[in-house]
């Protein structure tokens, strides 16, 4: 069996891959501050949820953007299973180029996001990953990852705004029932869900544009994916466990196998 675990800033993601299924997928909090000990707690809720023991985990393969974390987690993989973790970087091989200027500078979870794009959707695509950032990964014609866009993820934007404005709060992150919103709420509601379509879409059509390709593949993952795949008609498809995915590719490629 094998473990993947992606180290967001807003959340960490566990994955438990078993007889070529995902068998268990959560989603906790992260808090940096937390030690070792707290998140084998975590870990350990996890498999026990599946029936499973530390000891039958076979692999374990991590992505991380909290760097206080890494070693957190490669040390819990340490002392609880006996293993030594596979932690995503530039360095790993991916099984595709990674066509940017500085690739060290490449978040570990857009990686994996663009080798499961390339693996499972195929070249040119997009993923659109929405989480505490809206980020897309950009998979050339040429199989390479070439880059993406990192924008203000949609909770924070609102968080930023309702925070320096003594009047304004948040609101549920839908569509109001008119663009032009008759009083605050459906107003907010408007200009950040609205907006945020209006950005995705604009965003996708220059990329697209610059990729020079008719059927470039626009896959969405993260928690408000959903939401916006209603709204957005460039989006293909919805793929909860891309980065899950990524990961359990990227370990099969060093590793043989799972």
């Not at 924070?156 to 605050?184: C, F, M, W, Y």
């Not at 869900?193 to 993260?222: N, P």
Request: proline letters at 4%; aromatic letters at 6%.
């Amino acid at each position: 069996m094998l473990l993947a675990i992606d180290i967001g800033n807003t959340n960490i993601h566990l994955g438990l891959w078993d007889e070529g299924r995902w068998r268990l997928s959560w989603r906790a909090r992260t808090v940096a501050e937390k030690m070792t000990d707290e998140y084998a707690v975590l870990v350990r809720n996890f498999l026990d949820a599946g029936g499973v023991k530390h000891d039958q985990i076979s692999a374990v393969c991590m992505s991380s953007v909290v760097p206080s974390l890494t070693p957190a987690f490669e040390d819990l993989v340490r002392r609880y299973m006996k293993l030594e973790a596979l932690s995503v970087s530039s360095r790993t091989n991916l099984g595709i180029a990674i066509a940017i200027d500085m690739p060290e500078q490449a978040g570990a979870d857009r990686l994996c996001n663009a080798v499961a794009l390339s693996q499972l959707y195929g070249a040119p695509a997009v993923c659109v990953d929405f989480g505490t950032s809206t980020n897309f990964d950009v998979l050339s014609a040429n199989n390479e990852y070439v880059g993406g866009v990192i924008a203000p993820g949609i909770r924070l934007a609102q968080d930023a705004l309702v925070s320096r404005a003594a009047q304004l709060h948040k609101v549920e992150l839908q569509p109001p029932p008119e663009p032009i919103g008759r009083n605050t709420i459906h107003a907010l509601q408007s200009g950040i869900f609205w907006g945020y379509v209006g950005m995705i879409e604009s965003l996708l059509q220059r990329v697209i544009k610059q990729l020079d390709s008719t059927d470039t593949k626009i896959i969405a993952t993260g928690g408000l994916a959903p939401v916006f795949k209603t709204h957005i008609d460039l989006i293909d498809e919805i793929a909860p466990e891309l980065t899950l995915d990524g990961l359990r590719l990227i370990y099969e490629l060093n590793a043989g196998g799972c």
